[in-house]
């Protein structure tokens, strides 16, 4: 399905992006793993991968810092000689509430989220346009849909990015290039994996499907918007969140 094809997926060595990963590697994929700080985890995936005889290599950097994102593309074509699927996974939270949360809280979480999704889109548009072809998606939340207490900075950030979404989408969509946005609800994850049965059992009464999502339900979504399937679906925010936001 996305044989010859070359994907970068950013925050992509745990979690959500671990599984994003894997999936695109799955259908075929060529995958660049975007990482921050953790070289061992990046390269124990790279090593999955390459033992299933599919190939990947991982790249350092901080995605909120221009130059480093432009190294991303730049390595990316050196390697593999294209970008045709981005995923902007990389992200951070620093919850508290806003009478407690500094300036270094909120411009942090800001810089990764958002100007980090504006870099990597920056930088792979050249190519991407070059090549009339591509896909860009980029991961939202639901709590940029609806806010959250003790969340302004992230839910700021996400909101900021189905902006920039729908936007960009309108730009590229007669060049072949389709961007949306997947926005993840309650995903069991090493976070969640952190709260009590108790705070579990109060999250899952306010989702209609009655549990938490995995990592792979929201790997799926992301797999099918890389795909040739999706090609006439541009500028959407997909929830996978089991009806929590309906």
Do not use: W
Not at 73 to 94: R, Y
């Amino acid at each position: 399905m996305l044989s010859n094809k070359t994907a970068i997926v950013t925050g992509g060595t745990r979690g959500i992006g671990r599984a994003i990963v894997m999936k695109l590697s799955q259908m075929g994929a060529n995958v660049v793993i975007s990482y921050r700080s953790n070289e061992k985890m990046a390269q124990e995936l790279v090593e999955e991968i390459t033992s299933q005889g599919k190939k990947a290599i991982a790249v350092k950097g901080d995605v909120q810092n221009f130059q480093d994102a432009k190294v991303l593309m730049d390595k990316t074509l050196d390697e593999f000689g294209s970008i045709d699927i981005l995923v902007n996974n990389a992200g951070i939270t620093k919850d508290t509430l806003i009478l407690r949360m500094t300036e270094d809280d909120f411009d942090s979480v800001i810089g990764t989220n958002l100007k980090g999704t504006f870099n990597c889109i920056k930088h792979a548009a050249k190519p991407m346009l070059k090549a009339k072809k591509g896909r860009i998606i980029n991961m939202a939340s639901v709590i940029g849909l609806i806010g959250n207490p003790g969340q302004a900075n992230y839910a700021a950030s996400k909101a900021g990015i189905i902006g920039l979404t729908k936007s960009v989408a309108k730009e590229f969509a007669s060049r072949g290039i389709t961007v949306n946005a997947v926005a993840p609800g309650f995903i069991a994850s090493d976070m969640t994996d952190k709260l009590s049965e108790e705070q579990k059992s109060a999250i899952q009464k306010n989702i209609p499907a009655g549990n938490l999502g995995s990592v792979e339900d929201v790997a799926s979504l992301v797999g099918y918007l890389a795909s040739d399937e999706s090609k006439y679906i541009t500028g959407q925010v997909i929830n996978v969140d089991g009806g929590m936001v309906v």
